[in-house]
């Protein structure tokens, strides 16, 4: 096809130019080929300079190109910036992230993706499908002769050297033929395109390639952006080949087409823990980490809350040699002990077969096309850059003398045992950083490998004006360096397959180094086609009844105790912002020096550690208290204040984020960072005023409406949610009894101020007003609060409904107790009479108590509150004994009897 050329634009503004204009103006680095213009970039230059200074139509683009701005012949610069800001904000809404830098205490990154996909034309992605798939059939036979007969090793066509030198060999598996007869079942390769058009590996990818999910959800968010463009260039689907994967998982695996299958993520402190979450979702995948599951008898087993379940297909994301403590690293606490057992006897398919690590070395590239021409006669239709392992005399100096023009690579990348670096690009060394490069590679050759080096394409990057100035800064199409990442899967008896697109990394800025890690960008791939258009979807197999009802209880017991544990903290973060908010306000309020309400509430403050003991308190000095609190109330040192039961919300909710919906988690992540920022900004200019903290409570507040609305009505009442229901009533039970047994204790009732602080505690100040009007009854109070089973926050009700949850959760028939709910005192034994009970001759209101100085006892109410404190402690313990622990499976033998 020849190239085309845009229009100029009809309706523009010099401050507003028209999107044709500034293709006209785009402009690819020099030495690079120029994947809008089919040209290298000096031809570019060139073209784009003559067409400014003559006023004509523009350089011409290649026919895909040109096919996608014809699309957007109206749009403008400010089009543009609405679409990319559309794009930043559905990534950020979608909770797509990619941490470089797992920290709980920092904020996580959202995954970057250009607002523009990388057009892969139909010729050209037929040489690439046709490459990949000959390489992963290579890879296959490396695999089972490594493992195997070694007879490439034995021949010489693979150093031994390399191969059992490398970290990735796994003697321990030398010799298991895995179940379904196939080592490989996803494969993914790096590729660059060279100024002469033509595509060239770069790497490959083995052990556990990522990519899969995020290439995901870029082809949903770009797709929406250019529906018109995604359908008129017909860009193959992606569906299909997921669905060939996981028929193709369930065919070799034991069980067939009725195999459990899960897949293995090293938990949410990964970089990549959003995709396995992603995947786990999109494929139907049972997210697990290692702790979830335990070998017995040669099988593998997950622990959930209804007993041990079997798994007979793993998807990993675990590095190899994280994957068996017993038989790999003995410090590994990924994996799972005697899960290599479990491979040997043939009663669980692992993708990848652990042991494929070693092909990911850059050094065996060099001698893939030796090997491609010995076992299938055929030399490589897709090459590598040349690539010299220096472990070969030979090949060390032939590399010594093209250092500046090539990449210095570690042979070894990542390994512990080897010296590992960054690769290196000759030519941006010194002369004498070549030298000691050149001395490290003679002392040490077999640690190096030196690869050609071959200017990436550029691709069109769209970027918004400058914030400061737009004049200086303007909206522009910017040239970014780009390297594809291609996937084959398995299919079967089929072979594998080629996902028909991929994963684009884009360089930053100028950079040559197209890494996630170091602040690059991703785009979408667009593979072409001039045939039909495959618009399968995935469809799950269908299941029986039995194993119906076997997953819909499938709740294992690490999400459990995390969903137990997000609802702790949800109720916990509830409790420190209402008293929090109740303590301020009351310090500014009507009454603030009113002794035993400020006795209570400094006792209530250090009870629920918003300060910390040592901590004046507010009959002391209430202004030194008060910046306390306050302080507090943003950190997550020290005292375990709001911000810190709201971090430990978050990560709960991170371990679980596969039972989450986007809104749930996305009100989650947004309530934290907003509540940081915010405190952090205050922090910076010194002592933050009294009515801003009451803002930002206020504010946090209302996320945690939104929060527990989700938790209530869009989660499935499964055994999971029962925990999270029950996580939070044990937290609301011990919080309010303990609340209104230490306001008896401190007379704080007494008076008008203490008695409105405690319906204000228990949020039901309304109710209270509706129901008595401005009476200050005892009675009324204890009816309202503790007794009445229609309020969600009166004692009588929260002891209620845990009892009947335990009960649920551990499977009692209708109507009947367990042992855990009967350790909850029964609210039917209790009567409003009995526990307003006082001493026989203190029968004066409350009020007319105070005044006289009678301390009304109230021993009994002070008993059941007292008991419902104690029931809540001894119940938490109890489910982690009963649920979490497993302490009764570490006994059993991960062999055969």
């Keep these: 096809m020849k190239p085309a050329k845009l229009s100029p634009p009809t309706d523009a503004s010099p401050a507003n130019p028209g999107l044709a204009e500034l293709v006209a ?6 030495g690079h080929l120029d994947e809008l213009r089919g040209v290298v970039s000096d031809g570019a230059h060139q073209a784009a300079e003559e067409a400014e200074q003559s006023g004509a139509p523009g350089p011409v683009i290649t026919p895909n190109w040109a096919g996608f701005f014809k699309t957007l012949r109206d749009d403008t610069a400010a089009d543009m910036n609405q679409r990319s800001t559309a794009l930043a904000r559905q990534i950020r809404d979608n909770g797509i992230t ?6 709980e205490n920092g904020p996580q990154r959202p ?15 037929q040489h690439i499908e046709a490459g990949v798939l000959q390489r992963v059939r290579l890879l296959e036979h490396v695999m089972a002769d490594v493992y195997g007969p070694q007879e490439l090793l034995a021949s010489g066509f693979l150093p031994p050297a390399l191969v059992h030198g490398h970290t990735g060999y796994l003697r321990a598996m030398h010799g298991i033929q895995p179940v379904g007869g196939r080592y490989l079942h996803i494969a993914a390769f790096d590729m ?16 556990a390639p990522s990519g899969l999910g995020y290439l995901l959800e870029n082809r949903l968010a770009i797709a929406a952006q250019f529906g018109t463009a995604f359908d008129e260039l017909r860009v193959q689907r992606l569906a299909s080949t997921y669905r060939a994967l996981m028929d193709s998982l369930r065919t070799l695996s034991p069980m067939g087409m009725d195999a459990h299958l899960a897949l293995l993520t090293p938990g949410p402190y990964n970089e990549t823990y959003f995709e396995h979450a992603y995947l786990a979702r999109y494929l139907g995948l049972t997210l697990v980490e290692g702790s979830d599951l335990l070998v017995r008898d040669e099988h593998l087993y997950l622990k959930t809350l209804k007993g041990l379940v079997p798994v007979h297909g793993l998807l990993k994301r675990v590095d190899d040699e994280y994957m068996d403590p ?16 479990a491979i040997r006897a043939g009663n669980v398919l692992v993708a990848n077969t652990p042991g494929s690590a070693f092909l990911e070395s850059p050094a065996l590239l060099g001698f893939l096309p030796a090997l491609s021409r010995h076992l299938f006669d055929e030399e490589l239709c897709l090459p590598a850059l040349p690539t010299w392992w220096c472990g070969e005399g030979g090949a060390m100096f032939d590399a010594l003398a093209r250092l500046q023009e090539c990449a210095i690579k570690p042979t070894y990348p990542g390994s512990s045992s080897h010296a590992s670096f960054d690769a290196v ?36 990057t769209w970027q918004a004006a400058g914030p400061a100035d737009p004049s200086i800064d303007p909206p522009r199409l910017v040239p970014r360096s780009v390297m594809l990442r291609v996937f084959a899967v398995s299919d079967g008896a089929q072979g594998w397959r080629v996902l028909p697109g991929g994963l684009a990394r884009v360089a930053s800025s100028s950079q040559e180094i197209t890494s996630m890690q170091r602040g690059g960008s991703s785009a979408d791939v667009w593979a072409l086609t001039t045939g039909e258009v495959d618009h399968a979807t995935l469809v799950h197999p269908h299941l029986t009844p039995e194993s119906l009802m076997q997953r819909k209880r499938l709740v294992t017991s690490r999400a459990a105790e995390n969903l137990f544990w997000l609802g702790r903290y949800t109720e916990r973060t509830e409790n420190a912002l209402r008293l929090a908010r109740l303590t301020l306000e009351c310090l500014h309020g009507e009454d603030p020096s009113s002794a035993p309400l400020l006795t209570w509430l400094g006792q209530m403050a250090v009870a629920n550690t918003l300060v910390l003991p040592g901590v004046p308190t507010p009959l002391q000095a209430p202004r030194v208290f008060e910046r306390a609190l306050i302080d507090s109330l943003g950190s997550t040192r020290n005292a375990t204040s709001v911000g810190f039961y709201l971090r430990a919300l978050k990560m709960a909710a991170s371990s679980v984020r596969e039972r989450l919906s986007q809104e749930h988690w996305r009100i989650i992540t947004r309530a934290e960072e907003v509540l940081f920022a915010r405190f952090a900004e205050h922090r910076q200019r010194g002592d933050m005023p009294v009515q801003q903290a009451l803002q930002i409570l206020k504010d946090t507040s209302d996320h945690m409406a939104a929060i527990t609305g989700a938790q209530t009505d869009r989660m499935t009442r499964d055994d999971g949610w029962r925990l999270l229901s029950i996580g939070r009533h044990i937290e609301r039970l011990g919080f309010l009894s303990t609340a209104l047994n230490q306001a008896i204790q401190c007379k704080s009732l007494e008076t008008d101020s203490g008695f409105d602080a405690m319906l204000e505690l228990f949020d ?28 969600p926050r009166s004692v009588s009700w929260v002891a209620h409904t845990l009892r009947g949850r335990l009960a649920k959760l551990a499977g009692s028939n209708p109507n009947e107790l367990c042992t855990l709910s009967l350790k909850v005192p029964n609210p039917n034994a209790w009567g409003l009479a009995q526990l307003c009970e006082r001493a026989p001759d203190l029968v004066t209101p409350v009020t007319s108590a105070a005044a006289s100085g009678d301390e009304p006892s109230y021993e009994l109410l002070r008993s059941v509150l007292h008991q419902c404190s104690n029931a809540a402690y001894e119940v938490s313990e109890d489910i982690s004994a009963t649920y979490f622990t497993h302490a009764g499976l570490s006994n059993h033998s991960v062999g055969a009897l």
């Design 111 to 125: 995954w970057s993706l250009d607002l523009f996909p990388l057009l892969v034309d139909a010729a050209s992605w």
């Design 98 to 103: 990619y941490n470089v830098y797992a920290d």
């Design 192 to 207: 660059a395109r060279g100024p002469d058009g033509n595509w060239w590996v770069v790497g490959q990818r083995t052990q």
């Design 425 to 460: 690009l000759g030519a941006k060394q010194t002369p004498q950083a070549l030298n000691e490069w050149a001395g490290r590679i003679v002392r040490h050759p077999e640690e190096h490998t030196v690869q050609a080096y071959t200017p990436l394409s550029q691709m069109p």
């Design 25 to 30: 103006r785009y402009k690819a680095s020099r």
């Design 326 to 341: 017993l038989e790999l690293r003995a410090d590994s606490t990924l994996g799972v002990p005697g899960l290599l057992q």
């Design 764 to 791: 039901n100040a309304i109710t209270f007003h509706a129901e008595f009007q401005q009476s200050r009854d005892m009675a009324a109070l204890v009816d309202l609060l503790v007794i009445d089973r229609d309020n």
